[in-house]
């Protein structure tokens, strides 16, 4: 007990090596007896029960830093039950608004490799709105028979409103060695008599905020039982196959299957996974089309990832974030994302306005678009609109138009025809011979599509010609042009 204590320190000689028969430092707030604002930093940590535990009303603790010499190292706690089940944590927080930064947890001195790590859990969460970020959080495994037990982090009854971002879990920080757990993250609950995990982030978009989660034994991010609200967002989930699992599972059972309406109940509601319909990556970018079957689609977020390419019976992963985007509200979209991925798979996650995070939906090869870009565009309030094509021309196939960078909120036409007639008008020139002139408009990001069933045969060889025109007060002529593609049917 007591507040703005220091246990160890970052200059030669001032950190501790903390060890017992029950935890290496206990941070305990008791009734009118706090325990607040504490730090501990450089110091050596085990204990028979948990390296660090903080319980009680303890608040605004610190364990660990970013700044040089702040990591403890934490490693070593736990032990065996008497039927041979591990128990303990190397970081165990009971109470609220702890921090955990930068740590060496399970690891070795240089986090390059593994200790004898008996207990069952690296950072094990009880309480609310505690950050665990920056740490490397590895070698809690080794026990066959428990492996899905023994997690990198556990989101146990009662944790809500966590943070478990820019961590290595299972992996070093240069992302190539590993230092598996069992399980990267599990989020279940064994007290039937507080509330089931909620509301906790796993992960983000912000800069910093993604974990990378590699190499661990039986998946990379597990729920349980009525768990709801876990946002797992932005992380590089990655080779967290050795024992077949999944990069994230809602049940602990395997792929989950959508169902209609997505109307099931479980962990995060066991949120729908998108449908990829096709991926194509040309000079423009990647178009990816596909559907979000979920009531109020157009308030989730579909997160997509390139992966190794898709093979029979593949792992389905999340290994680098292309991008994000909503769907419309009929569930469907055709979108622009940034960068290649020619020969790599493509693979997505949906998560509700809730905070429910799906499944990592079923991966998709990225292959070459059939549509090549011919320039001639007219710049407007964010340069030059870019404009791309995806899908093949043939019969049945689904072919969609994205238009990115144009002004936002602004009205427009798609233009398509054959043959190109490049006839100069605003300012800008006219690409297509305009047999079908159809409205647009663009969304608050600056960005529109169109997608087409296409009903008939196209002649191979046969070229479809389509740009994008967007009003644009900014614009020379007060109208600004896409560039033009061209699409020959095979």
């Known amino acids: 007990q007591g507040d703005r204590n220091t246990i160890g320190g970052t200059a030669a000689g001032q950190g501790n090596r903390l060890s017992s028969l029950s935890d290496g430092l206990r941070i305990h707030g008791f009734g009118v007896n706090s325990a607040d604002e504490n730090v501990a930093i450089g110091n050596e940590l085990t204990g028979e029960f948990n390296g660090v535990q903080i319980l009680g009303s303890a608040t605004g603790n610190r364990i660990g ?70 740490n490397v959080i590895g070698g809690i495994t080794g026990l066959v028979g428990f492996l899905s037990v023994q997690a990198g982090v556990a989101l146990r ?36 008599s507080l509330p089931d995990p ?19 034994e039986t998946g990379g991010v597990s729920m349980l039982l009525t768990t709801s609200g876990n946002r797992v967002s932005g992380n590089s989930i990655r080779d967290n196959h050795a024992q077949g699992g999944l990069g994230i599972d809602l049940g602990a059972d395997g792929p989950t299957a959508n169902d209609a309406g997505d109307a099931d109940s479980g962990p995060n509601q066991l949120m729908n996974t998108p449908h990829l319909a096709t991926a194509v990556a040309g000079a423009q970018g990647i178009v990816v089309t596909g ?31 292309l991008g994000s985007a909503s769907p419309k509200n009929d569930g469907s979209f055709q979108l622009l994302l940034p960068g290649n991925a020619l020969g790599l798979a493509l693979t997505a996650t949906a998560t509700d306005a809730l905070g429910n995070t799906s499944e990592i939906g079923a991966p998709i090869d990225v292959v070459a678009t059939p549509w090549g870009d011919l320039g001639l565009g007219l710049a407007g309030t964010n340069g030059i609109p870019v404009l791309a094509g995806g899908g093949p021309l043939l019969a049945g196939a689904e072919v969609a138009l994205v238009v990115a960078n144009a002004r936002a909120q602004a009205p427009g036409f798609w233009v398509v025809g054959t043959p190109a007639v490049n006839v100069p008008i605003l300012g800008g020139t006219l690409v297509p011979t305009p047999q079908a002139v159809l409205p647009l408009a663009t969304n608050a990001s600056g960005n529109a599509s169109f997608a087409v069933v296409l009903s008939g045969a196209i002649p191979s060889g046969a070229v479809v010609y389509a740009q994008a025109w967007v009003l644009d007060p900014l614009a020379a002529q007060g109208v600004a042009a896409s560039n033009g593609i061209a699409g020959t049917a095979p």
């Open 157 to 192: 009854e009662g944790a809500q409103g966590n943070a478990i971002q820019g961590n290595w879990i299972g992996v070093d920080k240069s992302g190539s060695i590993p230092l598996s757990n069992g399980i990267g993250i599990r989020i279940s609950a064994f007290d039937s």
């Open 65 to 134: 830093g970013f700044a040089p010499g702040e990591a403890n190292w934490i490693y070593g706690a736990g032990y065996l039950q008497e039927d041979g089940t591990p128990d303990g944590a190397m970081v165990r927080i009971e109470s609220d608004g702890n921090f955990v930064y930068g740590n060496l947890i399970g690891t070795d001195a240089a986090g390059t490799g593994v200790m004898d790590n008996p207990g069952d859990v690296g950072v094990e969460l009880y309480g609310d709105d505690n950050v665990v970020r920056g």
């Open 198 to 216: 909620t509301d906790n982030r796993i992960g983000g978009l912000a800069a910093g905020e993604a974990n990378v989660i590699a190499f661990n």
């Open 291 to 321: 559907h979000l079957d979920t009531p109020s689609a157009a308030g989730a977020t579909l997160e997509f990832f390139s992966n190794p390419a898709a093979s029979p019976g593949a792992v389905v992963e999340a290994a680098t974030l």
